[in-house]
């Protein structure tokens, strides 16, 4: 069966500048919907990479002006590179990328720009390393995409805007920059600050402690691997509700502590457990990771500490017609044994199952 062209809602062509992670990810998944997409980066070899990578290709003279300029660059340029962007492209809507919504704002209003094609936008989904190589035509696929419209928006530019990111998948979320910089300061840059403070008091550990870590480690620091570059720049842009927020965290860390120093006082105990129940409750609340709203199964399958395996079973995955949407390993160091977690569809999970039971794999 021939599948179905993908239509874009996107028109016109979309110039994207900075041609990165997020850059070429926009690019990757606007050309597979067959939209014209021109690259520019402070890099030649990063659009060279990106243009080889599929996300579009060098813009020349010759090039009509665009209908969008997405600016993917890093936060402290992104307003210098608005302002650029506005003035070379005078009938072009411009929005950017950036983690920080208030500071760019500001400082383009500060500059007395007038802003009536620029819309501000943040999709909410990236990787902790950047660059062309990193990008992702499915990056954004159902993450949330917040856009920053004011009372003077056009309705059409904001049309444009949401259109990319309606035809990269996402999920389009309304706030104001102050709303949105408040938002993610709890749910991005605080997370990112104690992932890093906690990842970074392993460097403390002895060879035998590091050789205990398993999920639970793995899973509160993954995002320790970010780029401290662009994080001094997002943090810096949000500092204060991100400063807030880590005056409020230290506070909780203290009670915990005082709590937990004399736990045989009256009150102690039930003071460690109301904080440990709030996180269940605020885990809970995390989209995705309960329920209905998980896009995908999870999968775990044992494999032997031996070469070759991990290629065997992805060979074996795809002999059985099984689409692996993301894999994740697990190994501790010493062991002979791996844990391989793969992210299916739900509806296939059962098959794969059992497919690879017969064939001898075992499966948690
Ligand atoms: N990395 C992530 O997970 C996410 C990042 N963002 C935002 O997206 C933006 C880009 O981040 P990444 O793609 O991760 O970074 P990246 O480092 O992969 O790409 C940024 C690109 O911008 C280029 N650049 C820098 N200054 C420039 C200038 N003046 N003119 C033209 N190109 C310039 C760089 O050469 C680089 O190729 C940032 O503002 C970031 O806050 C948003 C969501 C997630
Ligand atoms: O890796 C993750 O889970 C992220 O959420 C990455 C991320 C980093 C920066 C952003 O501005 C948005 C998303």
Known sequence: MTEAPLVART????HVIGAGLLGASVGLGLRERGVDVTLEDASPTTVALAADYGAGRARTAADAEPALVVIATPPDVTADVVEGALARFPNAVVTDVASVKLAPFQELTRRGIDLTNYVGSHPMAGRERGGAIMARADLFVGRPWVVC????????????V????????????EMTPEEHDRSVGLVSHLPQVVASLTAARLMQASEPAIGLAGGGLRDTTRIAASDPELWVQILGANRGPVVELLEAFSADLAEFADALRDPDQPGAKRRIADLLAAGNTGVSRIPGKHGSAERFAAI??????????LARL??????????????????????????????????VAERAISDLVERGWRTL
Do not use: Y
């Open 11 to 14: 028109t016109g062509p979309v």
């Open 149 to 160: 419209r004011d009372g003077e928006t056009p309705a059409a530019a904001l049309a444009l």
């Open 162 to 173: 949401e259109a990319v990111a309606l035809d990269l998948g996402a999920v389009l979320i």
């Open 300 to 309: 775990t399958v044992l494999i032997d500490d031996k070469p070759g395996q």
């Open 314 to 347: 992805l060979t074996e995955l795809g002999e059985l017609g099984i689409n692996m949407e993301d894999l994740r390993l697990e190994h501790s160091p010493g062991a002979q044994i791996g844990f391989a977690e793969i992210a299916v569809l739900p509806e």
